[in-house]
């Protein structure tokens, strides 16, 4: 198990952090397609109780990478969010599902993003690496600083995202949000439209639709 502690920033200009971040020494690791389910109970217990059970898809070019996710509540409200994460890659998303599916469990939301990560490790205090993540959603570009707390702040004044505002609130949070501001009634699931779908995946060299995951 991990403790994953992480900061978003909204409405950055993707083209000028990508230049900061290259003027930085940070690894450019390439970018994917991300496809998530959420799986709870038909009550939504584990939502209730601040939990997550999520399975992912990444796709890159000749590669794709599925992981089952647990994450647990955050033990307690900051500037930053922290929560215990537990990982296990599957082979299958599919047969994944199915087993879940079979112990009770069913699909409660469903997400997609495109995310390009870079790694940044030179004038991280301590030394650990930081991860700098775009995320490209159906409703708005968000970046995020996953790495050691007392790095977060640091790391946001070199990149200039420390000028941007700051929220620990989850994606489904803030699509809630958009919906709200939108005059949209409330909806668990975020994913692209067919024509943006393929035009994203075709961008990432992708086939135009994913092998059947769920």
């Known amino acids: 198990m991990a403790l994953e502690t992480e900061r978003k920033y909204l409405g950055v200009d993707f083209g000028r952090l990508r230049l900061a971040l290259a003027a930085a020494g940070a690894e450019d690791l390439g970018a994917h397609f991300e496809s998530n389910v959420v799986y709870d109970t038909p009550e939504l217990s584990l939502w209730g109780a601040g939990k997550l059970l999520r399975v992912r898809s990444q796709e890159w ?5 599925h992981v089952l996710t647990l994450k647990l509540p955050a033990p307690t409200a900051g500037v930053f969010k922290a929560r215990e994460e537990r990982e296990l ?30 790694r940044l490790a030179q004038d991280v205090p301590g030394g650990a690496p930081m991860l700098v993540e775009l995320d490209e959603l159906p409703f708005a570009r968000v970046v995020e600083l996953e790495g050691p707390p007392e790095a977060l702040d640091a790391v946001a004044a070199l990149l200039g995202l420390d000028k941007h505002e700051i929220s620990t609130k989850s994606y489904h949070a803030l699509h809630q949000e958009w919906r709200s501001a939108q005059g949209l009634p409330p909806e668990r699931s975020f994913v692209f439209g067919p024509e943006e779908r ?17």
Do not use: I
């Open 61 to 65: 070019p000749g590669r794709t990478c």
């Open 198 to 214: 393929r035009a994203l995946r075709r961008r990432l060299g992708l086939p135009d639709e994913a092998a059947a995951c769920f």
């Open 89 to 118: 890659h599957v082979e299958s998303a599919a047969v994944m599902g199915a087993v879940l599916t079979g112990l009770g469990f069913g699909a409660a939301a469903r997400y997609e993003k495109v995310r390009s990560v870079w």
